[in-house]
């Protein structure tokens, strides 16, 4: 298989000596590393002080974007046009955000359960995807500023039990920003990594990632053999972190003094000064037995063993979440050769103390928590750049492999990169009632839209036994051999039948296409997700006008004239608006329609579940 050294920016083919960086995109910090003179070093603000970014966007009034340091003081002040910890959001439905919404300060919109969540700030909505290549774009300025050079291709990191869809939505970002993501990395193997784990191809070993940022946890377990990273286990709180260490001196401190936060700007303030003392006690109290400040004029004290008193219940929950991990991979403490501690929170000596305790060994806590992913990311990024050559690099797929799906959008099911042998699946339904064919067209390439790709073959499945749209469970599964052949099965799970096509992924297409295949994307990336979103925003709309349809025939008995008149009047906005070509128009007048049909559906509900109980009782 191939690697292709080209230069994205000029197109020009060249040697792969360009640095390709590494980038922790992190829930509340981000920051991207890159290896000098054989050492990986976090690239530092131009004050030359702090690497990390926070992964904080603003939307300022003169609709400028800012992004990190600068956004923060926003987060208070205007909590609406500050969006931070997007990366809960990606790849995520509203229903997978629905008990979480009181978390965030500004708007996550979609209340069809069943599509990916946007943020709404003032009148346009945002995809996390758009959000995080807001981030990747500061990220990327940062390296270009320090290098004096343009840099186009990074390794990103994400954690281990981020999903397909989340994999996904990560490499668009990347894309979007204008950066070729040559491989999307675990956040456990990177720090890993950066600990020279898996650089022995001779050495195998079983290790356990522990990372306690500022708001989430998690503990991976992963045995490497011959540089081959395998998770065997995650587990985990991804609403668990410092952040709730800190909320636990402040309910101390309120408790000691009696306070009480008034509903107001000054009871606002004064709760933001308090988190912020919290903050900085725990922070001293990781090198020093106590601490002492005052808050308004009060005194707020707060000595080491009592700290460890207050977050030793949050503490021992990371420990239940390491013990159910290890029993997940099925192992003990004593499988377990080397313990490494990522982010913020293990600072904290309880938190090292006790997990040396548990795993019976001293963990590794050399390299700083906040950076070992980003510099794991940077390693991982000079092996695929050829530099270290002890290293043996997989065969990986030069280019991306997927289905055609609905408006001729390129569904991808292999991404490029991926390791070959490779196997992929995923499911689909019918979008008609009674279907009874359904095509599969097989497609490479890294654009968004199929015609913009090179198409490899098509076939048609046959007899699906006719049931309403939505409801068969059709399977379709890639399996890319190391010589590159495919071999595409579709299979509807409810009837058995089932349909394949073998195809060969490299056959009639040169380095140099696919170069230029590459280029094309990254240059057409901005359109791509334009239209990508206003085609998703437009089957959306057309689900949602079918269902509205439904409702208004089965249950024209139950809804007064005029709440019929005005869902009529709203779903012919929606029709006009799904006709014209602005995404952002077509999600509002959604949100409208969805504002104002839910109570009435609830309503429905109600009735027709008393009608069939009452129903019952005859
Ligand atoms: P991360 O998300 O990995 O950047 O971790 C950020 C968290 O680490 C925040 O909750 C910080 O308050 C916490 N943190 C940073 N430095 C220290 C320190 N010296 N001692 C304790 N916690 C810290």
Known sequence: MARIPINLSTGKLEQASNIIVGIDLGTTNSLVAYLKEGKARAVSDEAGKNSLVPSIVHFAQDERVVVGEKARAFLTTEPQNTIYSVKRLMGKSYKDMEEHQQYFGYKIIDEDTESLVKVRVKDKFYTPIELSAMILKELKQRIERDLKASVSKA???????????????????????????????????????????????????????????????????????????????????????????????????????????????????????????????????????????????????????????????????????????????????????????????????????????????????????????????????????????????????????????MGGLMDVIIPRNSKVPSKAGRQYTTSVDGQTRLKVAVFQGERDLVKDNRKLGEFILEGIPPMPAGLPKIEIQFILDADGILQVKAKELRSGVEQSIKVRSTYGISEEEMAKMLIDSIQNAKQDMEVRSLLEARNEANNILLSADKFLTQNAALLSEEEITKTKELTNLLRIATEETDKDSINAAMDNLNEFTNPLAHRVMDVNIKEALSGKKV
């Not at 037995?289 to 308004?296: C, I, L, R, Y």
Request: aromatic share 8%; proline share 3%; hydrophobic share 40%.
């Open 155 to 405: 390794v990103i990191t994400v954690p281990a039990y981020f999903n397909d869809a989340q994999r996904q939505a990560t490499r668009d970002a990347g894309k979007l920003a204008g950066l070729d993501v040559l491989r999307i990395i675990n956040e456990p193997t990177a720090a890993s990594l950066a600990y020279g784990i898996g650089l022995d191809m001779d050495a195998s070993s079983t290790i356990a990632v522990y990372d306690l940022g500022g708001g989430t946890f998690d503990i991976s377990i992963l045995h490497i053999e011959q540089g081959i990273f395998e998770v065997l286990s995650t587990h985990g709180d991804t609403f668990l972190g410092g952040d709730d260490f800190d909320k636990a001196i402040v309910d101390y401190w309120m408790e000691e003094h009696g306070f009480n936060f008034e509903e107001n700007e000054q009871g606002k303030r004064f709760q933001q000064a308090l988190r912020l003392a919290a903050e900085q006690a725990k922070k001293t109290l990781s090198t020093r037995d106590d601490f002492q400040t005052t808050v308004a004029a009060y005194t707020c004290k707060l000595t080491k063993e009592q700290f460890n008193a207050l977050i030793q219940p949050l503490v021992e929950r990371t420990l239940q979440s390491c013990k159910q991990a290890l029993k997940d991979a099925k192992l003990t403490v004593d499988d377990i050769d080397n313990v490494v501690m990522v982010g913020g929170s293990t600072r904290v000596p309880l938190v090292k103390e006790s997990v040396a305790a548990l795993f019976g060994k001293p963990v590794f806590d050399e390299v700083n928590p906040d950076e070992v992913v980003a510099l794991g990311a940077a390693i991982q990024a000079d092996v695929l750049a050829g530099n270290n050559k002890d290293i043996l690099l997989l065969d990986v797929t030069p280019l991306s492999l997927g289905i055609e799906t």
